[in-house]
T-cell receptor, first 114, second 113 residues
Framework: SQELEQSPQSLIVQEGKNLTINCTSS?????LYWYKQKYGEGLIFLMM?????EEKSHEKITAKLDEKKQQSSLHITASQPSHAGIYLC??????????????FGEGTQLTVNP | KAGVTQTPRYLIKTRGQQVTLSCSPI?????VSWYQQTPGQGLQFLFE???????NKGNFPGRFSGRQFSNSRSEMNVSTLELGDSALYLC????????????FGPGTRLTVL
């Protein structure tokens, strides 16, 4: 089974609607990253969360970390076609091995219809 | 600041050949990590270099190797290419602390024929 489970796997919304993507870890979360990827391109850094209860926002995107539940959520308010892409959550397992190594979820494909 | 750069962006090779990919991190970043992304396996960690030393290694065969230079630029080498090595290879740059922001490059698309 995956260390990081993302849900849903895909999402189609109408422009202007709000949406939430979840990321659940089977292991203790130390650092949780959210990235956006356009197909075949590099990952665009969105946010990094470190502490339980931490919440960060950038423009219309908000991410929260629930350390107890080992879960993070990414919320987009008033979605726009520019939000379309693949959203990936990543967990840093660096504390286990010294250094950095990210484990990623399978991604959530977001489509925003105008 | 300039972002993470990767060269080449696209590469076509045949089975049995070897390939070298390059990654230049953000200025001041000392850690470079490499990832392989395929439709079937998703994003998988290859290795991480910090101050010219390999600090972390994923579960890939020895055909995959890397190195880092004193200016933090990193190269990744794949020898005896197999069809299954076709993938998007991404590198990530960071300051190198245990938990810190990781910035990715645009990737190198490798196709093995």
């Amino acid at each position: 089974s995956q260390e990081l489970e993302q849900s849903p796997q895909s999402l189609i919304v109408q422009e202007g609607k709000n949406l939430t993507i979840n990321c659940t870890s089977s292991k203790t979360l130390y650092g949780l990253y959210w990235y956006k990827q356009k197909y075949g391109e590099g990952l665009i850094f969105l946010m990094m969360l470190q502490k339980g209860g931490e919440e960060k926002s950038h423009e219309k995107i908000t991410a929260k970390l629930d350390e107890k539940k080992q879960q993070s959520s990414l919320h987009i308010t008033a979605s726009q076609p520019s939000h379309a892409g693949i959203y990936l959550c990543g967990a840093d397992r660096g504390r286990e091995t010294s250094g950095s190594r990210l484990t990623f979820g399978e991604g959530t494909q977001l489509t925003v219809n105008p | 600041k300039a972002g993470v750069t990767q060269t080449p962006r696209y590469l076509i090779k045949t089975r049995g050949q070897q390939v070298t990919l390059s990654c230049s991190p953000i200025s001041g970043h000392r850690s470079v990590s490499w990832y392989q992304q395929t439709p079937g396996q998703g994003l998988q960690f290859l290795f991480e270099y910090f101050s010219e030393t390999q600090r972390n290694k994923g579960n890939f065969p020895g055909r995959f190797s890397g190195r880092q230079f004193s200016n933090s630029r990193s190269e990744m080498n794949v020898s005896t290419l197999e069809l299954g090595d076709s993938a998007l290879y991404l590198c990530a740059s960071s300051l190198g602390r245990v938990i810190n922001e990781q910035f990715f490059g645009p990737g190198t698309r490798l196709t093995v024929l």
